[in-house]
């Protein structure tokens, strides 16, 4: 097993610069996603762990060893990619053992390990066909146990998920990351998905143009959001944001035609002279109907409704408080007709605070 580790790396395309200073420490045996939209240089930054990206600058080490200028065969890892990348032509064990053959695995241990990948993954009856006879599913699964026979120190998945269906998908992050456990193997996993990256991630590596954004938690991501665009990013629905000023001594908030009071513990050292320019990030999940529970103090606002979304337990709101479009949850009895005006409430300790101008957090 092995920690991955990313030091100042860069990669550019001539001028034009895709990964720039990326610092990254991935744990021993650690879940690790990578997440941010399309790119973001998320799918370079893995590929540069496998070997299948030169290194423009810094370094990239895999336990103790500095792999910049090894070839990847040499780096003890495996990758499993978006289009599965089996061999049509080959039975599902002639897929298995290609890498072993390679390798020039003695037959024993090479039918050992096989058979052993086959069992994990409950492909043992399909190992006589071809890729051409088998599902999205059960392909994903062979070019999983074509992963695990070789026995990596780390493990790469880009994108893996991205072309199954929607039930699929859901069973098949719970598989994959019940097996990075049973193996206790250090994973690293691409994905553009917010809602596979919080599922799966131990912790999560936001990237936007190259740059880390936040790294940490699920929850310590999605409940203190560095800067907007993370706190866009993580959370479906996303987060609504509207523009405010916060008084010269930081105790309110000022919206266009509504106020909402800042609690002490969310208020900034300082507010600035004449009030600072900020926006005020308000989670769905932290608006409410009248007579739920609300921690600490609420807001009492009016909403007019545009859109409602049935969910099926829920609905999910689409609205306007003033000029500014904000979306919420509620429960799914007495769906609200569009174009009426309904009660809210507003839970103030959970608003997120930015500074307007460099979008970076404000609250501790």
């Avoid at 039918?111 to 392909?139: C, F, Y």
């Avoid at 009071?261 to 900020?278: D, F, N, W, Y």
């Avoid at 807001?299 to 099926?312: D, Q, R, T």
Wanted: hydrophobic share 40%; glycine share 8%; charged share 25%.
């Amino acid at each position: 097993m092995a920690a991955v580790t990313f030091k100042d790396v860069a990669k550019r395309y001539g001028a034009v610069s895709i990964i720039e200073g990326l610092n990254l420490d991935i744990r021993d045996r650690e879940f690790l996603v990578l997440v941010g939209p399309s790119g973001c240089g998320k799918s370079t930054a893995l590929r540069m762990i496998a070997g299948l990206e030169e290194i423009t600058g810094g370094t990239v080490a895999i336990g103790d060893r500095v792999v910049n200028d090894l070839p990847p065969k040499e780096r003890d890892v495996a990758m499993v990619f978006q289009n599965y990348a089996l061999y049509p032509h080959m039975s599902v064990r002639e897929n298995l053992e290609f890498g072993l053959k390679i390798r020039k695995t003695p037959k024993p241990d090479m039918d050992k390990l096989v058979n052993e990948a086959a069992d994990i993954l409950d492909i043992t009856h399909l190992l006589d066909r071809k890729p051409k006879q088998l599902s999205g599913g059960q392909r994903q699964r062979v070019a999983l146990g074509r992963a695990i026979v070789r026995k990596p120190a780390v493990f790469l998945f880009d994108e893996p998920l991205s072309n199954l269906d929607a039930k699929l998908r859901v069973a098949m992050r719970a598989e994959i990351k019940k097996l990075q456990q049973r193996l206790q193997v250090t994973a690293v996993y691409v994905t553009h998905d917010q809602i596979e990256a919080m599922t799966m991630g131990h912790r999560i590596a936001v990237l936007k143009e190259g740059k880390l954004q936040q790294l940490g938690t699920p929850l310590e991501v999605y409940e203190r959001p560095a800067n907007i665009f993370v706190a866009q990013f993580i959370g479906s629905p996303p987060m609504n944001f509207l523009e405010a000023t916060l008084d010269a001594n930081g105790t309110a908030l000022v919206g266009q035609g509504f106020t909402l009071p800042v609690p002490q513990s969310l208020r900034p050292v300082t507010a600035g002279k004449g009030g600072r320019k900020i926006k005020v990030g308000i989670r769905p999940d932290h608006i409410f109907q009248p007579g739920q529970a609300v921690r600490g103090e609420p807001a009492k606002l009016e909403a007019k409704v545009e859109i409602v979304e049935p969910m099926g337990n829920e609905l999910i709101v689409h609205s306007r408080l003033g000029e500014y479009g904000i979306v919420f949850r509620m429960p799914p009895q007495n769906t609200p007709e569009t174009g009426a005006t309904l009660p809210v409430v507003v839970e103030l300790d959970s608003l997120h605070l930015f500074d307007a101008e460099t979008e970076q957090r404000l609250t501790a």
